[in-house]
């Protein structure tokens, strides 16, 4: 095989899922409109993630992050249901 053909072979699902991204994307904004994206922290596992974020809310902002109050707050829920 020669250098091209293996490239291309590595490339194209690569290529592919780009492409696919964007139509989905170009598909969305044309329906919704322009979107905002931001993190979103999710209080139950105490993990961030990427979503749209509403204009009336604000993203995530990881240099307030205080990664051992989510310790607390698991700690907190603990005592109120009796169970570790």
């Known amino acids: 095989m020669s250098e091209k053909l293996i490239a291309l072979i590595i490339?194209?699902?690569?290529?592919?899922?780009?492409?696919?991204?964007?139509i989905h994307e170009y598909r969305?904004?044309?329906?919704e409109g322009r979107?905002?994206?931001g993190l979103a922290y999710d209080?139950?596992?105490?993990?961030?993630?990427?979503t749209g974020i509403a204009d009336d809310e604000e993203a995530f902002d990881p240099d307030e992050f205080d990664p051992?109050?989510?310790?607390?707050?698991?700690?907190r829920s603990e005592d109120e249901?009796?169970?570790p």
């Open 35 to 37: 979107a905002t994206y």
């Open 11 to 22: 490339l194209s699902p690569i290529v592919l899922v780009v492409i696919f991204a964007a």
């Open 43 to 50: 209080e139950t596992t105490g993990t961030t993630y990427l």
């Open 68 to 75: 051992s109050s989510y310790d607390e707050i698991r700690d």
């Open 81 to 83: 249901t009796g169970k």
């Open 28 to 31: 969305r904004y044309k329906s």
